[in-house]
Nanobody
Framework: QVHLEESGGGLAQAGGSLRLSCAAS????????MGWFRQAPGKEREFAAA????????YYADSVKGRFTISRDNAKNTVLLQMNSLKPEDTGVYYC?????????????????WGQGTQVTVSS
């Protein structure tokens, strides 16, 4: 079973940047698609970004497209989310997740493993 741990969250000003990291342990993630989801206070968890097994294909929610970049380093068993031009509406808990498949999905219920999340707060 894989253990996922997010880091890199914190407080940023609108227009600023943060880089989230997801470190996997217990099993290699190189065979599986990975995703980032987020949950704002009082709202449901929503898809933010995903990446295929090889890293050759990436997918983004319309709300983050052009501002966020997902990447992975399979040798280091990590997934990154670079977040630029942050907006107050990006505030929430960000979760890293792993599918048991090589292709991505935008549905949270198609991901088998989840990290505990890292808080991102963007002030205006």
């Amino acid at each position: 079973q894989v253990h996922l741990e997010e880091s890199g969250g914190g407080l940023a000003q609108a227009g600023g940047s943060l880089r989230l990291s997801c470190a996997a342990s217990g099993r290699t993630i190189s065979s599986y698609a990975m995703g980032w989801f987020r949950q704002a206070p009082g709202k449901e968890r929503e898809f933010a970004a995903a990446i295929s097994r090889s890293g050759g294909s990436t997918y983004y929610a319309d709300s983050v497209k052009g501002r966020f970049t997902i990447s992975r380093d399979n040798a280091k068993n990590t997934v990154l989310l670079q977040m630029n031009s942050l907006k107050p509406e990006d505030t929430g808990v960000y979760y890293c997740a792993q599918r048991l498949a090589s292709v991505h999905s935008t549905s949270a219920n198609r991901y088998a493993y989840w990290g505990q999340g890292t808080q991102v707060t963007v002030s205006s």
